[in-house]
Structures are given as C-alpha cells and as structure tokens.
C-alpha cells in the first residue's frame, strides 16, 4: 500500500505522495499518475504531487500530470505541496523548495498559502497580438510562468463550455507557435483589479476548476493591456473553483515582474492506494 494525501487548491486537485526514501522511480510515478489519476476507475486527480529530497532546498516538488507527462510547475500544485510539507513537518511555514522551473519559496498560514513567483521575463512572449482560431479572432499575449501560458480575453458568455475546450485543444497543441505546447487560459474582465479565468491545462487535457500559474499569467497580460493599472496592485482572480490574489510589481525597463500568488491549499482526505 502507498501512503497518500488528497489536497486541492481552488478546486485544481492532487494525490501527494512522500518519496524521499526513492521508493518509486520515475518511471513509476509515470505510470501512477496514469493509473490514479484516472476519475471514476480510480482516485481520481489532475496530477500527481511528489516530495523528494533537495540538496538547496528544503525539499524537491515533482508534478506528474494526469497523462503521466512530468511538467515544471504548478502555482496551486506548488500551494498544496507546501501546505503537505508544513504539516507534515518537513519545512517550516517559510520554506523554500527546488522545482524543474527553478526554487520557489512560500509561507504558509493556514489555510492560505502565499507562493513567490520570482520574476517572470516578459521579453520572450508576446502582448495584445490578435489570433484566429477558425473563424473566430482572439486579442491574446503568450507568457512563461514556470510553464507556458496563451492569455485569451473575452467577452462574458463569448463561448460556450464546449468550445472553450475545442478552442483550448486546438491552441495547446499548435506546435507551430508552442513547440513545447501550452496551457490556455480563458479571461473575462469586470475591473482594473478584477478578472474571471479558466484554463485548459496541458497534460490534464481539459478544462480544471483553477490554475495559479494560469491566474498569474492572466492577471500579468490583463494589467498590461491595460496600462491604467499601477504596479504593485493585487489582482483577484476568479476562477471556477475559487479567488487567486496575484501581487504584481514590475521593474523600471518593464522587461521583468516580480509575482506573488496567494490562495487556499487544503488537505482533502488521507489513507494508502492499492498498487496495480
């Protein structure tokens, strides 16, 4: 039997295992995260998250996604992983951790989790650039958060849940312009400080209930769309399955912003999975 927690933050839900003892290889969590991830014939999760070993850090974070696909990060991902590592006593309530997108560092006060981004380069994307997908044409910006992000914004109700999929399947998969394919975030603006946003994930291959690098991601293009917006301001983001706080604090030649993403991290239901 393996020894897991069930965690969600914001309805972006994750089985997370300890394997600082290297009791599984990474072949094995390839296969795990396909195996139970699968909803309705097994536990059921967008991902899996693991807790190794760091030599510069207080623990290392991996993340298998549900088709078995290792990815660099995940903002809500990397909430949860922290909130398991703190009461698990593995870190403190400041802790640091090494990721495939680089350290990250987090506080944690229960339930909330408060992760630093770092600094998101913003010379290697692009910003308010119009894309026709089909007949339709999109206002969207192209971002790395720790992984890819296409920002499309619409107007409320543009698309029905159907095509928000087929759009996103479509996009992440464009090889052409995403080499490494991308995740897709849907936003509808309310206010300077206030947006609506769902993701198409890549790796999960659907539409999930929240994404923290895809909120941060959407919050960046939204206040650089629109320029009224100061720095330094927090942006709510509203996704299916609850509010992100993004922090954004851009440098004076605008080519870096310093992140910051805050949020829920809780721990769902605790017990052991049957191996296959």
């Known amino acids: 039997m393996i020894p897991f927690v ?26 795990m995260a396909r195996t139970y991830c699968r909803r309705r014939s097994s536990l059921g999760a967008d991902g899996i998250l693991v807790v190794e070993n760091s030599q510069e850090a207080d623990f290392t974070m991996r993340l298998f996604n549900a088709d078995g696909s290792e990815g660099e990060m995940c903002g809500n991902g990397a909430r949860c992983i922290a909130r398991y590592a703190f009461e698990k006593k593995i870190a403190g309530n400041e ?25 998101v380069p913003l010379s290697s994307g692009w910003f308010n650039r119009p894309l026709s997908v089909g007949a339709r044409s999109f206002d969207t910006s192209f971002l790395v958060v720790g992984v890819p992000h296409l920002v499309l914004f619409l107007e409320e109700d543009a698309l029905t849940r159907e095509e928000t999929i087929e ?17 897709v975030n ?45 720095s330094g301001t927090v942006v709510e983001v509203k996704n299916p399955g609850g509010v992100n706080f993004v ?24 017990g052991a999975l049957f191996e296959n």
């Open 6 to 31: 069930k965690m969600q933050g914001n309805g972006n839900d994750f089985i997370v295992l300890d394997n600082r003892d290297v009791r599984f290889s990474s072949d094995d969590l390839f296969s």
């Open 95 to 119: 802790q640091s951790f090494s990721t495939l997108a680089g350290i990250m560092k987090a506080v944690v006060t229960p339930p909330f989790v408060d992760l630093d981004m770092g600094t």
């Open 186 to 230: 849907f936003v509808v603006p309310n206010d300077d400080t206030h947006i609506a946003s769902v993701t198409y994930e890549r790796g999960v291959e659907d539409l999930t209930d929240s994404c923290g690098t895809g909120s941060t991601a959407s919050a960046i293009a939204w206040v650089l769309r629109n320029a009224a917006v100061p």
């Open 247 to 270: 922090t954004l604090s851009f440098d004076h030649s605008s080519e870096f912003v310093a992140a910051s993403l805050k949020g829920r991290a809780l721990m769902v239901a605790e």
């Open 167 to 183: 759009t996103g399947r479509e996009l992440c998969h464009t090889y052409a312009l995403f080499p490494n394919g991308t995740n």
